[in-house]
């Protein structure tokens, strides 16, 4: 009975980590290619079958060699998950441990299923059929809504919904395997499939509860957007309509001019034309509605944002290309460059007069989308070890520009970076479709 005990343990052992391989890179969006991810995490998985033996058949009985060797797999899997993962964040942690609960909800039920039936094979099979069940349930339920939500970069604090994972674990362990098993405690049965219950319940409203409020997040963000796209549509309205009226008075002035230019003519006072003609082109260029670029919604922003900046010492050069019809989001689009100038524009405003500059090129056609900035800077810039873009000096719950831009480029399969030249900051997006 013992010898069969063993080998009992030792197989629904493997298929708990065939499972728990299976999920970590379904629900992970990883950095390498299908292949390499699969390659490591059968390494891993021949590393926890190995491990398994010195626990379950050469030391037993020994409570401390169980501890150890069970830290030891769990460090492996959770080495594992950092080592593939696309983002190593918290979001990324808290999936590893939600791993090692999925699969030893099924290693539980394989046990109830041989308490119940005193079979092997139906414990077995009862075993994978419930691994089964779980993962597509899992796959059908949250895996969509658990890979968006790693995508997002709104909300990267999740080092206390870690600790959800961490104590079903630690109640998993202390209920049904250590110091006492199921086996020894067969009226535990009930309150841990309880538990198993409310583990998947507390993981489906955590998930649903994160991405309503990513939702709520995001339509807090379009309304922004709205709100400037508005605002740019006002005082671009406004410019056009005082620039009518000013060219209105200035055609009927034209005869006035007219006749004065005929007087000075016959006087032969060309200086005094030159300076009439001067006057009048003044007039126009003071009355021209600057147009940056072809779309609108992209021109409506960025035109009320420097117009912010028409009374400072900032100044602004944009080579911009972007036509009416673009192949991403234009409201998008238009909030990345609101972002990264007016982030520019805090860095320079207490600069003197010749470094208070921003220039760079922005173009967007149907094959590719470049944003080239340029600005000068004085701190030390302290960029992120993951992201690779400059910190918030106002700390936590700051930065969200930054994010923004990064979850924009991420979306349209783009690359962003920074580096420094000199005193000079460059900030780089670039994508091809």
Known sequence: MGVRMEYFKNCYYIISHVFLMIFIPLFLPHRFSNRKTAILCFCSF?????????????????????????????V?????????????????????????????????????????????????????????????????????????????????????????PIFFYCGFSFLSFFPRTLYDNPDNILGVVIFIITMFVSYVVVVRYVESEERRSGIYWKNIQFESYIKGLENQYYLVEQSEQNLKIMR????????????????GEYHEIKKITEHIHAVVDENKVIKYCNNIIVNAIVSNLLKKTQYSALEVRLDMNIPKDIPV?????????ANLLENAQVCVKDFEKEKQYIEGEVHCTDDHLLIHLRNEYKKEIYFDPVTGLPNSEKGKNHGLGMQSVLAFSDKIGGNVGCYCEGTVFHIVLFAKF
């Not at 234009?330 to 990345?336: D, G, I, K, R, S």
């Open 46 to 74: 021949l590393i926890l079958v190995v491990s398994d033996p010195i626990k379950l058949n050469i030391f037993p009985d020994n409570d401390l060699c169980y501890v150890v060797v069970t830290v030891f797999q769990i």
């Open 76 to 164: 492996v899997t959770q080495f594992t998950v950092i080592l593939i993962a696309k983002k190593r964040d918290s979001k990324t942690v808290f999936m590893g441990l939600s791993a090692s609960n999925y699969v030893i909800a099924g290693s539980i039920a394989a046990s109830i299923i041989y308490i119940c039936t005193g079979s092997v094979i139906f414990s077995l099979v009862g075993s994978i059929v419930i691994h089964l069940i779980i993962l597509i349930f899992l796959y059908i339920r949250l895996r969509e809504p658990w890979l968006r939500c790693c995508e997002k970069e709104y909300e990267n604090n999740w080092w206390e919904l870690c600790m959800i």
């Open 252 to 267: 009927h002035d034209m005869r006035h001019y007219s006749a004065m230019i005929d007087s000075l003519l016959d006087q």
């Open 329 to 337: 989001n234009a409201y998008e689009l238009a909030a990345v460059l």
